[in-house]
């Protein structure tokens, strides 16, 4: 996918050469009522430019990562299976890629990989965490298990935050499923037990450069086992993780940095994560929470 396209985009053959995720719900343009105001995991890049300047805590304001909301009605089912557009399918070629490799991840730890769901969707949705406006960008949720995707987001990746490629909107997926991983480990419920306490910004940005060194374990093996990636495509996902670290979004929205209010973690910090799953390949390599690892700035 060097300069945008690569493997996963041949002439004339468009996604046809590799197996698309049959656990698709497409949601997109089926009205959404409103509820209580929550999501999952991830995202966050408007609704942090927004925090940063009113100097809120982004948890604070959306209150899921520490007690997430279950919400019995989610909202109407989408179509089910893989989606048949472009930017559809390419999203359930790249999820059926995370399935194959964390399957085999797991199966090499005794365990068995159970598969996320990926919603997409138009604008807002409603998931088991509440409703969600697609400005808080993609996300997890994880008392449903699922993914949730406004493709518009991939425009706004390459158009606002100067991330274009195939494999940086892959790198978006592979993160949000990295947030499934966590939650299948047990990771996400012994950070947000631990959030109450006056590390909850120092959690949130471990658990976030956990999910982003996972996605590197999934592009490592992608690469490798399945052939997907060439040399440039790995400068796409870098340069992906590099556009939405925590520093940069504070210092274009309010021109100064904060540490303090960081929730994923600065650019370095994201692609040193990212750049060690993609190197090593190994989910054991992504402990971010080993105080040996010092939460770089």
Not at 33 to 49: H, N, Q, S, Y
Not at 77 to 98: C, K
Not at 187 to 211: F, K, T, W, Y
Not at 252 to 275: C, D, F, I, N
Request: glycine letters at 12%; charged letters at 25%; proline letters at 5%.
């Amino acid at each position: 996918m060097a300069g945008g396209r690569g493997r996963w985009y041949r002439e004339n053959v468009r996604w046809g050469d590799y197996r698309a995720s049959d656990q698709v719900e497409d949601r997109r343009g089926l009205p959404v009522g409103r509820g209580g105001v929550a999501i999952g995991g991830g995202g966050l890049l408007l609704l942090l430019a927004f925090a940063v300047l009113t100097g809120q805590n982004p948890l604070d304001l959306i209150g899921v990562l520490s007690e997430p909301q279950v919400s019995v009605d989610q909202g109407p089912i989408g179509r089910a299976g893989a989606p048949t557009d472009e930017q559809g399918r390419f999203a359930a070629v790249v999820l059926a890629s995370t399935e194959d490799v964390w399957r085999a991840q797991f199966r090499r730890r005794g365990r068995e990989y159970q598969l996320p769901a990926l919603v997409l969707f138009s604008d807002a949705v409603r998931s088991a965490c509440g409703f969600s406006s697609a400005a808080v960008g993609p996300f997890y949720c994880p008392p449903d298990r699922k993914l949730y995707l406004d493709l518009s987001f991939f425009r706004e990746l390459a158009d606002r935050f100067g991330a274009p490629g195939d494999f940086a909107r892959a790198y978006v997926i592979a993160h949000e499923v990295g947030h499934h991983v966590q939650n299948l480990l047990g990771v996400m419920d012994r950070v947000h037990a631990a959030q109450r306490g006056p590390d909850a910004n120092e959690l949130s940005v471990r658990l976030e450069l956990q999910a982003d060194c996972f996605a590197g374990v999934w592009g490592h093996d992608a690469g490798r086992d399945e052939n997907l990636l060439e040399p440039g495509d790995v400068a796409e996902g870098l340069a992906a993780a590099a556009a939405i670290g925590d520093d940069r979004l504070q210092r274009e929205s309010q021109g100064y940095v904060v540490p303090e209010k960081w929730t994923h973690g600065s650019s370095a910090m994201r692609v040193r994560w990212l750049r060690r799953g993609l190197e090593t390949g190994d989910p054991s390599a992504c402990d971010t929470f080993a105080r040996a690892e010092p939460a770089e700035r």
